[in-house]
């Protein structure tokens, strides 16, 4: 069982960076796509939007509303999942949520079986 932990949200002005940090524990993770959903507020689960992923072999992939200002990055060797955000928007108020899976990474969330528990982003105009 893959058990995800992510941490380093907050509160930021517009402008404004943050590093969001997920350290996967209970299984060797190197294998699994990982990526990083978030859910705004008053959305359904089911509406997660997929922000960044990247594969096994390093391949990453954003939304279109976040490239240019977040960078996805992995070590493998600790277990971690990152996302560096920068310029950061009202709009990306959101729980962040770290994913992984067996297959090849996707911004749906369906192609992911292990989900963190999430971290509150909140960015102030």
């Known amino acids: 069982q893959v058990h995800l932990v992510e941490s380093g949200g907050g509160s930021q002005q517009a402008g404004g960076s943050l590093r969001l940090s997920c350290v996967a524990s209970?299984?060797?993770?190197?294998?699994?796509?990982m990526a990083w959903f978030r859910q705004a507020p008053g959305k359904e689960r089911e509406e997660r939007e997929g922000?960044?992923?990247?594969?096994?072999?390093?391949?990453?992939t954003y939304a279109d509303s976040v490239k240019g200002r977040f960078t996805v990055s992995r070590d493998n060797a600790k277990g971690t999942l990152y996302l560096e955000m920068n310029s950061l928007k009202p709009e990306d108020t959101a729980m962040y949520y770290c994913a992984a899976g067996p297959g090849r990474a996707r911004l749906q969330s369906d192609a992911y079986v292990h989900w963190g528990q999430g971290t509150q982003v909140t960015v102030s105009s």
């Open positions: 922000v960044a992923t990247v594969d096994s072999d390093g391949t990453t």
């Open positions: 209970g299984y060797t993770t190197s294998r699994y796509c």
